[in-house]
């Protein structure tokens, strides 16, 4: 430990303890631009600059640690008026069209601006001018508005591994953006939206189908029907002043409803779905020799990265669907033909915590095994919080209703789906059974849980030690995938059966079209949230959820049967790392 003094208060820090860190310990706020907690600190702003008592000289807070009988001022006249300079120096660079910029009122850009009231600014305007790039249909980036903090570049080259950002040019002249000008829809992008959500301003995020959306709501010939992810319920209410992870599922299913969807249903239900097939799929793997590990499928962003990064590997993925794409195809199908609508007529929306769901709605004709696209448009869950404020809806003041069955009734197992780990415990719940007849004593699995990079697990399944692994975060899959690569290329046994992984730090509560602001913190709260939810089931494993056995009783015949795999899974295709086509 170490003593400091901080603006004449004593704080004692744990060694390597940054001062910016100390600070907000004893409730000093130094403001910051490319700071984040998810990221290394590496002092491209300024902003952050403190002095040492007695000195001059400006040092800064986000990357010095602090040291025994350091004596730090944080504010006063010439550290407050460097910043200002700092501030309009960017400002020069940057266009001021915050009314139609996606980040308004949520910029930290803006926000510090109006904390330093710059109104105006001494420098000459200088703009990038460059052209925006939409071409990936899920992120948009407008280098216009980029203040090359770095931030996305280190979400997605350092937290992701995925490299699709990289600086290129020097002074003025740098730019982020693909390697050699390509677009992004022609680089390793998976559209995780990671950089999205990591970015300070409006230079990325993700693309808007709210327009289309009310056009659909509004049309007298079209029936909408909507799903609403796990993770969405624990993170919308922050848009709204509520506590991360805080359930507000019973007031969505109103929210939705008051927006004018004529059907409001619950992608838990297409999470059971899922788990049938999934551990139908396991257990058969187990009967038969593999291949193993099997991995999971219902992330995206991950099934892209393997895809571009893991030919050898694809056999091995689940052939499953997500949960969103088996409830729309459902909805499509056995919904439709109970209430006798047109399916053609049936505009499948769903509401997501991802940025990469909106390119596996339109990814291939796998996603159309309805004979329509399953899923018509899915808009993440900050789409969904402008969506409630358009309408004019008071999310406080909501009433609670129900889903609509026979597509909204689910299981503790399906809502534990957006934290990771979730996903291999509800599967395992499942597999227990499918393999013994008997249901597991405690279906609790802890040691799936948290946000440790990767979680390890054994559970013994009908005389067989099965080895779970789960992993988050792209980042950190190459390791586990080089174990297994290894494992196999020297005839052994790999060191894992089964496998989850999600391409978003602590899984789909911090998917890239959530909340802004998430940290390790919130992560784990509205993880937490989703676990009360699983506790309050009173059914908590997929394989009883009554409406998902009258399915497959009455349409679907059986889980792995030749209906289910017709309409709820798919195949993987081999795909470039860069579809390399130099823009002109």
């Keep these: 430990m170490v003593n400091a003094t901080i603006n004449g208060k004593k704080v004692c820090v744990e060694e390597g303890t940054t001062i910016l860190q100390a600070a907000r310990q004893i409730d000093i706020k130094i403001p910051t631009l490319c700071h984040n907690p998810d990221l290394p600190a590496w002092a491209s702003c300024g902003i952050c600059i403190v002095r040492m008592a007695g000195t001059a000289k400006m040092i800064r807070a986000c990357c010095t640690a602090v040291t025994e009988g350091m004596n730090v001022i944080t504010h006063d006249p010439q550290i407050v008026q460097a910043r200002r300079t700092v501030l309009e120096l960017i400002l020069s660079n940057h266009p001021d069209d915050c009314l139609r910029c996606s980040r308004n009122n949520k910029c930290e850009l803006q926000t510090l601006a109006a904390e ?18 939409d071409s990936n249909d899920a992120i948009v980036l407008d280098r216009n508005k980029c203040i090359n903090c770095g931030r996305c570049v280190e979400a997605c080259q350092l937290m992701q591994n995925v490299w699709a950002l990289e600086y290129s040019g020097r002074g ?11 677009n992004l829809a022609n680089s390793p992008c998976v559209r995780c939206g990671q950089c999205a959500v990591h970015c300070p301003t409006g230079a990325i995020s993700s693309s808007h189908s709210n327009r289309k959306l009310w056009d659909r709501i509004c049309d007298p010939e079209i029936t909408t029907a909507v799903q609403i992810a796990p993770s969405v319920r624990v993170a919308i209410g922050e848009e709204f002043g509520l506590e991360p992870g805080e359930l ?20 838990n239900f297409g999470a059971d779905l899922t788990i049938m097939e999934e551990a139908t799929e396991f257990v ?37 669907k997500s949960p969103q794409q088996m409830q729309g195809a459902i909805t499509k199908t056995y919904w439709a033909e109970q209430l006798g609508l047109d399916p053609a007529k049936v505009c499948s929306v769903s509401v997501m915590p991802c940025t990469a769901k909106k390119y596996e709605s339109r990814r291939d004709e796998t996603m159309k095994s309805s004979g329509y696209s399953d899923v018509d448009i899915s808009i993440t869950t900050r789409e969904f919080a402008r969506l409630i404020r358009q309408a004019g809806i008071d999310f406080h003041d909501l009433e609670e209703s129900d889903a609509d069955n026979p597509l909204g009734q689910y299981t503790g197992a399906g809502t534990i789906f957006g934290a990771t780990g979730g996903v291999m415990e509800a ?5 227990y059974f499918f393999a ?58 790999p060191p894992y059966h089964f496998i989850e992984v999600m391409a978003c730090r602590g899984g789909c509560v911090s998917g890239g079209g959530q909340p802004y602001g998430s940290n390790d913190v919130i992560r784990a709260k509205r993880a937490a949230g989703l676990y009360k939810d699983d506790e309050n089931c009173e059914i908590r494993v997929s394989h009883k959820n009554p409406q998902i056995v009258k399915l497959y009783d009455s349409y679907l015949k059986k889980p792995g049967g030749e209906k289910a795999h017709h309409l709820l899974h798919t195949h993987y295709t081999k795909r470039k790392l860069y579809n390399y086509e130099m823009q002109e």
């Design 116 to 133: 330093f009231g710059l109104r105006t600014v001494r420098f000459d305007k200088i703009l990038k001018e460059q052209p925006i790039d």
């Design 172 to 182: 003025d002249k740098t730019m982020i953006g693909p390697v050699s000008g390509v």
């Design 248 to 267: 507000s599922s019973r007031k969505i299913y109103t929210a939705l409803r008051r927006i004018g969807f004529d059907y409001v249903f619950d992608t």
């Design 284 to 320: 058969e793997r187990l009967g038969t020799g593999g291949p193993f590990p099997m991995f999971t499928s219902c992330c995206p962003g991950w099934v892209d990265y393997a895809e571009k990064n893991y030919h050898d590997l694809l056999p091995n993925l689940s052939t499953a």
């Design 427 to 431: 599967a395992v719940r499942s597999a």
């Design 436 to 493: 013994t007849g008997t249901e597991l004593a405690d279906v609790n699995l802890t040691p799936v849980r948290g946000l440790d990079d990767v979680k390890s697990f054994e559970v013994e399944v009908a005389g067989k030690k099965l080895r779970l692994g789960v992993v988050h975060q792209l980042g950190n899959v190459d390791k586990v995938v080089q174990e297994v690569r290894e494992a196999i290329a020297a005839g052994k046994e």
